[in-house]
């Protein structure tokens, strides 16, 4: 059974740094997309970031680029969010996610579409206070 569970959340000031985790079980995640989606209250759940592991490429919405950074340690199958300057817009559920690789298909198609991601975790609240 496929297990993607999240860590690290919590709650931080305007500015401060989370360090979220995810680690992945029940297969060998070398050839997914995982990514990192957001969730605020009343609002569509919202990309943040994702990592090929094919390459260890990454890319980022445009409002956490530059203070975001997404990686993996393939050693513990783990797939990691640094957050830093966090703002108080950042402040949300967060969702780790893993979404098949499309083989013959640039991954610019589909990494930040929800509806490419197969496996969900079950999320971790970050609030940023102001």
């Known amino acids: 059974q496929v297990q993607l569970v999240e860590s690290g959340g919590g709650l931080v000031q305007t500015g401060g740094s989370l360090r979220l985790s995810c680690a992945a079980s029940?297969?060998?995640?070398?050839?997914?997309?995982m990514g990192w989606f957001r969730q605020a209250p009343g609002k569509e759940r919202e990309f943040v970031a994702a990592?090929?592991?094919?390459?260890?490429?990454?890319y980022y919405a445009d409002s956490v680029k530059g203070r975001f950074t997404i990686s993996r340690d393939n050693a513990k199958n783990t797939v990691t969010l640094q957050m830093n300057s966090l703002k108080p817009e950042d402040t949300a559920v967060y969702y780790c996610?893993?979404?098949?690789?499309?083989?013959?298909?640039?991954?610019?198609?589909?990494?930040?579409?929800?509806?490419?991601?197969?496996?969900w975790g079950q999320g971790t609240q970050v609030t940023v206070s102001s």
């Open positions: 029940g297969r060998t995640f070398s050839s997914y997309i």
């Open positions: 990592f090929n592991w094919s390459g260890g490429t990454t």
């Open positions: 996610a893993a979404a098949p690789t499309r083989f013959g298909v640039s991954w610019s198609a589909y990494r930040s579409r929800s509806e490419s991601y197969d496996y």
